[in-house]
Each structure stands twice: as structure tokens, then as C-alpha cells.
Nanobody
Framework: QVQVVESGGDLVQPGGSLRLSCNGTGLRTDRNNMGWFRQAPGKEREGVSCIDWRGRSTAYGDPVKGRFTISTDNSKNTLYLQMNSLKPEDTAIYYC??????????????????WGQGTQVTVSS
């Protein structure tokens, strides 16, 4: 059974940066399309970004384009999300998952592994 563990969340001031990490037991980043999702208080979970299993194709939701970068380190079997120029509206619990595909539109991204605990990102002064 695949289990994912997210880490790296923290309290950061607007304009700051964080790097989230995701490791999956029983999940290889070089064999799976991977994605990041987030859920803000009172809102539905939404897709943030994805990367295909070859690491050649990425996609981002409009709210994070130009600020976030998704990547993988297959030697460490780890998925990353580099978040720069953070805004208060980025405050959410962030989750990773293997996804069926890495679509252009984040609304079409579907997780195919169980959710982990997530990691809390809070952007506030």
C-alpha cells in the first residue's frame, strides 16, 4: 500500500519562500506522474501543480504560475514544490499524490493514491 508523507510547511511572511517535500513508501517518482494539491480553510481541495513520470512535462494552476516550481529527485525518490513570492492566499494544507496524468488544467488532475497528512503552509505577517 502506498503511503505519502509531506513535509516542509511552515509559517512564513508574505513574499517569503518555502520548499515542500514528498516521499512515498511504495511509490517511485520515476514511474509515476506526481502532483501537488492544496486545501484552504473552508474550500475544496484543488490541484496546484504536476510533473510527468519522465520529469519532462509540468503544469501549474493559474494562481501559482511563475511563483511555484515542481521537481523530482529520482535518486532520493522525492517530489518537491519550491514556492516563492508567497501570498496570504497560498495559506493551505498541501498534499502530494500520484496522479493519473499531468493535465494542462489543474481542474482535471485526479489523485490515484490515498491522501497523506499534508503539510501546513501559513503565509502571514
Amino acid at each position: 500500500q502506498v503511503q505519502v508523507v509531506e513535509s516542509g510547511g511552515d509559517l512564513v511572511q508574505p513574499g517569503g519562500s518555502l520548499r515542500l517535500s514528498c516521499n512515498g513508501t511504495g511509490l517511485r517518482t520515476d514511474r509515476n506522474n506526481m502532483g501537488w494539491f492544496r486545501q484552504a480553510p473552508g474550500k475544496e481541495r484543488e490541484g496546484v501543480s504536476c510533473i510527468d513520470w519522465r520529469g519532462r512535462s509540468t503544469a501549474y494552476g493559474d494562481p501559482v504560475k511563475g511563483r511555484f516550481t515542481i521537481s523530482t529527485d529520482n535518486s532520493k525518490n522525492t517530489l518537491y514544490l519550491q514556492m516563492n513570492s508567497l501570498k496570504p492566499e497560498d495559506t493551505a494544507i498541501y498534499y502530494c499524490a500520484a496522479v493519473a496524468e499531468c493535465p494542462i488544467s489543474m481542474t482535471n488532475m485526479r489523485a490515484r493514491t490515498d491522501w497523506g497528512q499534508g503539510t501546513q503552509v501559513t503565509v502571514s505577517s
